[in-house]
């Protein structure tokens, strides 16, 4: 940008992340084990509702109540320079698309029991006032040449991400999604993911919506000279989103570090969610501690940007879409988890004859599984 407003008054600084509860966490596994089955042969499952009863802080944990999912809107401009398969009107809409209850994650989200909200961020267009009261701008600058965008900018697009998590928590979601919609938001996402994990960009980049040769070509380039604007802002986080990010992954980096913040699980989508956490674990650190990967996209800078989180996901189903879908898919196994440690009957309770009670082994952490 050639000149940016005068800095915000804005404070983007975030409190200490306090763990899920280590002593509620002994507790869950000493449950699962009294458990009418023998131990870990509900294998994962096990392990996320012990994980789930830490974040909330009892035991037995309790169904959720009000999962949401929050769809975080936003063009970019590198799309112009043919790094998507789609134009970038496709934007707005989707977001029409999704207020009308008609796209994918909105499907997945009925059958998982969640709500769905969807925000325009920095869509270059004029959206409904029922979804643009969050708007930083229209579309975020073109990475590989100039700023995403301005300092102000980016430090108003993160307290916006925090207002949106402590709006939802505070009406009472107790599990949050983040999804995504922005043509060409893949390639800030293997920007950011590459520049935090030193690699390579042709070890990264994926086909996105699905462009031909030409295309991964261009968009390796362009990932490649975003990159080396990137590089000098790998320890600032605030400034790697103003150079190579954009203002929905700044958003969604609040939005997450917030939810941590405020003691409230996250179920993580794909690519570019799990981007913008990589930066949200940057702000705020351990915020991690909170969130569960709900599945693994086909993109290949996603399974990097896993190991980096030390994240495990709990579905692989080859998909590649974003908006949440991933993670309201892999929603019903969660609850599923939570259930069987609420729900399932003990030895003692159905009079049967079990392993020595004393025989408390720990379960390793639902993310390390």
Request: charged content about 25%; glycine content about 10%; some cysteine.
């Amino acid at each position: 940008m050639s000149s940016d407003p005068a800095p915000t008054t804005l404070d983007v600084t975030f409190p200490p992340v306090v763990a899920p509860d280590r002593e509620v966490r002994r507790r869950a596994d000493a449950r699962q084990l009294a458990l009418t089955k023998p131990a870990g042969s509900l294998g994962r499952l096990e392990d996320l509702g012990c994980w789930i009863a830490s974040c909330q802080g009892e035991v037995p944990p309790h169904p959720f109540r009000q999962p949401r999912v929050v769809v975080f809107a936003g063009d970019h401009g590198i799309t112009r320079h043919g790094v998507s398969a789609y134009p970038p009107e496709v934007t707005a809409q989707m977001v029409a698309n999704f207020v009308a209850g008609g796209a994918a994650v909105n499907v997945l989200a009925t059958v998982a029991g969640a709500g769905v909200r969807v925000v325009d961020i920095a869509v270059d267009s004029d959206t409904d006032p029922s979804v643009s009261e969050y708007k930083i701008r229209r579309s975020s600058g073109s990475i590989d040449r100039e700023d995403a965008l301005t300092e102000d900018e980016t430090v108003r697009a993160i307290a916006a991400g925090r207002a949106l998590a402590d709006r939802e928590i505070d009406e009472g979601a107790d599990l949050l999604v983040a999804g995504d919609m922005g043509i060409g938001n893949t390639t800030p996402a293997t920007v950011l993911i590459a520049t935090l994990t030193n690699t390579e960009p042709v070890a990264a980049v994926g086909r996105g919506t699905g462009i031909d040769d030409a295309g991964w070509m261009r968009k390796v380039t362009a990932i490649r000279d975003a990159m080396r604007r990137a590089r000098p802002h790998t320890r600032n986080p605030i400034a790697l989103l103003r150079t190579a990010g954009g203002a929905d992954f700044a958003v969604m980096a609040g939005y997450l570090a917030q939810a941590s913040v405020r003691r409230t699980p996250v179920l993580l989508d794909g690519v570019v969610v799990t981007a913008a956490a990589m930066v949200a674990e940057e702000l705020a650190p351990g915020a991690r501690d909170w969130w569960v990967a709900g599945h693994r996209s086909a993109e290949p800078s996603h399974a990097i940007a896993l190991r980096h989180l030390d994240l495990e996901p709990i579905i692989d189903l080859g998909m590649r879409l974003g908006e949440g879908s991933g993670a309201v898919t892999a929603l019903p196994v969660l609850q599923g988890a939570v259930s069987v440690l609420a729900h399932m009957a003990t030895f003692d309770e159905a009079g049967v004859t079990g392993r020595d009670a004393d025989d408390t082994d720990a379960v390793p952490d639902p993310r390390d599984a």
